[in-house]
C-alpha cells in the first residue's frame, strides 16, 4: 500500500522525538550527568547568576574536623600517645574521658571532641572507644613514649602540636585546646566571653585577678582560640620562633612573645582566665561550687599525675554526692606531684 508524503513526514517526525527522548533519558541516567545535575543548586533554579558546584575532595583533617565541631564550627582538641593511653591501671585518658562522665553539663561535649593521635596505638584506642579521631603523622619522629617535661622529644611533640593547630585555625575552625591532665568538671564554654571580642583566653599557673593582665603567666594547656587572621598570625609567627628558641617549649616562647609585646602587636585581645574557675596544682581554687577545669600543672611524670588527677575525682564525686554542698571543702594534697621533681 502506498503512502501520501504528508504521511511520510509524520512518520519521520515521530521517529525524530522518539529518539530524541531516548537521548535524554540516556543522558539522565548516566552517572557523569547526573552528579552534575545533583550538583546544581536547588533553589532560585532560574537566576543565571547560579553556577555549578562542583564535588571538592576533603583531606582526612577536614573530614574529622567537620564531623566533630558544632554548627558554628567551634570544636575541643585534645593531643594523645600511647604513655597516655596504655597502662597497667586507668590510664590518663581513662581520667580525662571520666572527667566528662561525672562532670556537671559535660557529657554532651565529647560529641565535639577530636582526638589528635600522635602514633598508631592511640589511634587504635580512640577509634575502640568510637570518638572522633584524627591521626597526625610526623615522618621520622616516635611520639609513642611517655615524654618528661623539657626532654628533647617533649619539646618536638609540643612543636608538632602547634603547627597543626595553626593549620586548624587555617581552615576555619575555633576551638578549646586541653590537655588530657586536664579535668572537665564543668562546662567551660559557660564561663568564656563569647561575645566575640576576645580572640584568645588562656588559662593561667597563677592569677593576679586583672583578666586582661599581661602580668599573668600563661599556661599552654587550656585555651580558647578563635579562628581570624590575627590569631593564625600569632601561630605563624610562634611556630616561626621555635629554631630561634633552643631549649624553650611552646609555651615559653608565647610567653617571651607576650612579654615582647607581640601580642600587642598583631591587636590581639586576650583574656586571662581566673584560676577560681580555671584550677590547677599550681594555683588551687578553692571553690568548688565554681572550679570548672583542674589542671595537673606544676607536676613532671604522668604516674604522679594519674595518682593525685585519681585524688581530684574521688574528691569531686566526695563533694556531689554530699547532701550539704555548702559545707567547707578542701582539696586533697597532691602529694605526688609535688615528689615528682
Known amino acids: 500500500m502506498g503512502y501520501s508524503k504528508s504521511s511520510i513526514g509524520k512518520l519521520a517526525m515521530v521517529s525524530l522525538l522518539f ?37 571538592v575532595s576533603k583531606d582526612d583533617l577536614e573530614t574529622a574536623l567537620e564531623e566533630a565541631s558544632a554548627e558554628n564550627k567551634t570544636l575541643i582538641i585534645a593531643v594523645v600517645n600511647k604513655a597516655y593511653v596504655e597502662g597497667e591501671g586507668r590510664t590518663m ?19 565535639h571532641l577530636l582526638l589528635v593521635a600522635v602514633d598508631q596505638i592511640a589511634f587504635d584506642r580512640c577509634k575502640f572507644l568510637r570518638l572522633h579521631c584524627y591521626k597526625l603523622v610526623t615522618e621520622g619522629v616516635d611520639f609513642g613514649g611517655e615524654k618528661f617535661f623539657m626532654s628533647d622529644d617533649f619539646l618536638k611533640m609540643m612543636w608538632r602540636r602547634t603547627l597543626f593547630l595553626a593549620d586548624v585555625l587555617k581552615r576555619g575552625y575555633s576551638f578549646i585546646f586541653t590537655d588530657t591532665d586536664v579535668m572537665w568538671l564543668r562546662n567551660p564554654f ?41 590569631t593564625i598570625a600569632l601561630f605563624d609567627a ?47 581554687s578553692r571553690d568548688i561550687r565554681a572550679v570548672t577545669t583542674v589542671h595537673a600543672n606544676c607536676c613532671r611524670s604522668i604516674n604522679a ?27 586533697s594534697t597532691h602529694m605526688a606531684c609535688r615528689r615528682s621533681w
Not at 572527667?99 to 557529657?107: K, N, Q
Not at 610562634?238 to 629554631?243: L, Q, R
Open 19 to 55: 529518539l530524541g527522548v531516548a537521548f535524554v533519558i540516556i543522558l539522565i541516567w548516566s552517572p557523569s550527568f547526573s552528579n552534575v545535575l545533583h550538583s546544581f543548586p536547588l533553589h532560585n533554579s532560574c537566576s543565571l547568576s547560579n553556577k555549578i558546584t562542583l564535588n
Open 93 to 111: 585518658l581513662d581520667l580525662f574521658m571520666e572527667s566528662f562522665w561525672l562532670g556537671e553539663g559535660t557529657r554532651p561535649l565529647i560529641d
Open 305 to 331: 599525675k594519674l595518682a593525685d588527677l585519681t585524688v581530684v575525682l574521688r574528691d569531686w564525686r566526695k563533694f556531689m554526692s554530699s547532701s550539704n554542698q555548702t559545707l567547707n571543702f578542701h582539696w
Open 190 to 230: 559557660l564561663r568564656l566571653s563569647n561575645d566575640n571580642s576576645s580572640d584568645l583566653q588562656i588559662s593561667c599557673d597563677k592569677f593576679n585577678g586583672n583578666q586582661w593582665s599581661e602580668a599573668n603567666p600563661i599556661n599552654t594547656g587550656f585555651y580558647y582560640v578563635r579562628s581570624n587572621n590575627k
Open 238 to 284: 610562634w611556630y616561626a620562633m621555635k629554631n630561634r628558641s633552643q631549649g624553650m617549649n611552646d609555651q615559653g616562647v608565647l610567653e617571651r612573645m607576650k612579654r615582647r609585646g607581640e601580642f600587642r602587636r598583631l591587636g590581639l585581645r586576650v583574656r586571662y582566665m581566673d584560676t577560681v574557675y580555671f584550677s590547677g596544682f599550681c594555683r588551687e
